[in-house]
């Protein structure tokens, strides 16, 4: 196997005095989609955000690429080739779709360079170049998920983490997304840690899925395997 993207060593991390985390691990390979999946409350945002440095790790340790990158403030994990799109999207509802996504290139050196992104973002989701001059607030559900991967995509992550997509999507839509999702895994080398609570939409497009419970991984494996074993399905995952 090759060498991993991401590696998560015994991670915990909380809020004030308790923690959510309890010695999380994890290993992400290059050019691959793991689904972090579990209950409500049980982790799975906090882990996204402490990876993406949102929330302080109080022990473990957090390597991307082969560099420690724990604790490492936000606007240099960035840099590193690191993008988190929160739950809600995080779009300014009040800016235009063109303004969104220019707000995803800030971090690229050159101006020719946002350019050339912005212009690969809009072939990438052609609903998008006749909307650029409406604010993000007036587009679909779907169009704004979209516009949220396209803002993050402007800042060329190595390693996106992605939080409950599907949130508000009809079935189709979010269908439509964890394909363009896989098309970018595929064919760009992007590596995706996703949390979802649509578990069977987060399995079809993943590689591996990782259940966390209580602030634990309780299981890790490939997608295949945790969508044909019967009895690892009822019990982890309730279907
Ligand atoms: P969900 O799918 O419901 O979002 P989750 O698995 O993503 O669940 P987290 O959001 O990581 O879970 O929450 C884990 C625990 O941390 C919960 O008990 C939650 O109440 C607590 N928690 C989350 N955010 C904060 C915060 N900002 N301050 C204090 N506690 C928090």
Do not use: C
Not at 2 to 26: C, I, K, N, W
Not at 108 to 134: D, I, K, M, T, W
């Amino acid at each position: 196997m090759s060498e991993a993207l991401l590696t998560v060593d015994r991670l915990t991390a909380g809020y004030g005095d308790a923690p959510v985390l309890h010695g999380v691990s994890l290993s992400l390979a290059p050019g691959t989609v793991t689904a972090v999946l579990g209950a409500n409350g049980a982790g799975k945002t906090t882990l996204l955000r402490t990876v993406s440095g949102l929330v302080r790790a109080e022990s473990g340790r957090i390597m991307l690429g082969g560099e420690d990158i724990t604790r490492m403030p936000v606007e240099r994990l960035v840099r590193h080739g690191l993008v988190h799109v929160p739950e809600g999207r995080g779009l300014i509802a009040e800016l235009t779709v063109d303004e969104n996504l220019r707000l995803g290139g800030l971090w690229r050196r050159g101006h020719a360079e946002a350019r050339r992104s912005l212009e690969e973002v809009y072939n990438l989701f052609p609903a998008l170049p006749a909307r650029r001059r409406q604010p993000s607030q007036q587009l679909s559900g779907g169009e704004q998920q979209m516009l949220a991967l396209g803002r993050a995509l402007m800042a060329r992550p190595r390693l996106l983490l992605l939080d409950e997509p599907s949130l508000g999507l009809a079935p189709r839509v979010t269908a439509d997304f964890m394909g363009l999702l896989r098309h970018l895994v595929d064919s760009a080398g992007l590596t995706v840690l996703v949390v979802e609570q649509n578990v069977k939409s987060a399995l079809s497009v993943a590689d591996r899925g990782v259940v966390i419970s209580l602030g634990r991984v309780v299981v890790a494996a490939a997608a295949d395997r945790l969508r044909g074993d019967n009895e690892l399905r009822h019990h982890f995952l309730g279907f």
